[in-house]
């Protein structure tokens, strides 16, 4: 798999050029999504959204027209506008205030599905994609600066659909209408002022936000890395309580959140910075465009109204002149959020279906694997050269000291990882040329420790077959030894058991587990240490529930204690990635090679205990 490296200290940092170019990049990511070919119904509403948008647009030039229309009659100068009267004017002004807000609040209702179907689909997308990535992802991931990279994506593309389409276009649109309005009626001037200004304005606060951007790009770093501190605390509760280590972690996490405060500080500081600028820009060229309105009304070249307008004017666009500053800020950091997003889109899976990969037909179940090669790390190998055979509907049994890659080819069976070298098979077929979905289909995991939903035990239960019927469902209960005690609970099968399962104790959580593998009735079961982490009694009553789980099926049990697998078929030992021995318990026993030794010396431990 290709990771993301960070940069070196001494990599050179990402040009301006380089910004603009990812900025275009993620803006051509989100366009489907906005304008998607296949569902014509949403072009209709960004099309309407747009027209609505232009139409408010046009009633707020002309509104301050009815405002020195108004001004003029009742100072008796000029000639009244539409011959409406000072009252007839005043009302008009009223209603184009009225029209322009009704449009652009009937512009939101068109176009907010368009935004939510949008980011229904893009959640959905990425909620998809994390699932897709292989085991060797997760693992290096920290779900909690995962977690805030999606978050802050999504409402990235929020903001930006609501105000890059539908504010900052209309926005120029309106900019350049209030400057062709106040050239033709007065003069050219005002057009040079209008244009210096806001070009002086959009140059400053352009300048100073992609300053501002590497400045928030850190403070979203630190954001990050104090979210992974908390959430990785809070996922060990229990080790955390263990150790008395509750003043260690507050000070980690107080570490980090000093790192964001001054890196929020030096964000805010740069922002009152900005504010200001725009504000002596904007009323600067307020203050010009006035003085020469003042100047005319002086000569008598323009009425009182004239100047009354020229000031509506002014402050109708110094308003959103000061939203797109806001704006742009928020763009700029939309993207570089959404950047991260797509970025984490853009990782491909380890593990990927072949373009023509076929459902696996399981026949029987034998399962085999031929001088198999793997490592996690490809300067250390795990397996090394491992063949195996496992007949339709024989448990065999997989023992080896901690490190000898005994999970790991529970692993490779279920295909979190391919092999380096070799092949897996399930009667005859390359797992490489199988659906991953048919695979998984067709094996049924119990893993040593059993991480439950933070739901009712029924959905636990159910999780193993969405359609599973309450009858299918407390008959795996059954077959798991655990319907009885479910039945006592005073909630019975709605019961919460907690996150993670923490309500219930290591051995109610294994039967659940069970029961759910069993109502998935897979033709292959994956018993991963199923219970080595259980007290010895559990154990026994786990033992017998696993016994029935794999009657009738092609059975892998990988095994700390050998206890749990005398009656096994069949035992592999491995040791250091190769099979050292293989027969049946007795055979080993006889043979007083390394499953012996280990076999006496964990009977030589629970006599001591």
Known sequence: MRRRTRPSSDAPPPTAADERRSGLRTLRRVWPYVWPEDAPSVRLRVVLAIVVLMGAKGIAVVTPLFYKGAVDALAAEGVPLLALGAVGLTVAYGMARVLNSGFQQLRDVIFAPVTQRALRQLALTTFRHIHAMSMRYHITRKTGGLSRII?????????????????????????ILVAVVLAWLFDLWYLVAVAVTVALYVWFTFAVTEWR??????????????????????????????????????????????????????????LAALNFGQVVIITTGLIAVMVMAAIGVEKGQMTVGDFVMVNAYMIQITGPLGFLGTVYREIRQSLVDMGEMFDLLSQPPDVMDRPDARPLQVNGGEIRLRDVRFGYDPEREILKGVSLVVAAGQTVAIVGSTGSGKSTIGRLLFRFYDVTAGQVTIDGQDLRDVTQDSLHAAIGVVPQDTVLFNDTIRYNIAYGRADATEAEIFEAARDAQIHDFIMKLPEGYETQVGERGLKLSGGEKQRVGIARTLLKDPPILLLDEATSALDTDTEGEIKGALARAGQGRTVITIAHRLSTIAEADRIVVLEQGEISETGTHDDLLTRGGRYAHLWLRQQADQERA
């Open 151 to 175: 978050e802050r994506g999504v409402k990235g593309v929020e903001f930006l659909l609501r105000f890059l389409i539908l504010s900052i276009g209309p926005l120029l649109l309106e900019l």
């Open 213 to 270: 951007v590497k400045l928030r790009r850190d403070m979203n770093t630190q954001d990050t890395d104090a979210n992974q501190k908390a959430i990785d605390s809070l996922l060990n509760y229990e080790t955390v309580k263990y150790f008395g280590a509750e003043d260690r972690e507050a000070a980690r996490y107080d570490v980090a959140m000093k790192g964001y405060a001054a890196a929020a500080l030096k964000t805010a500081y740069s």
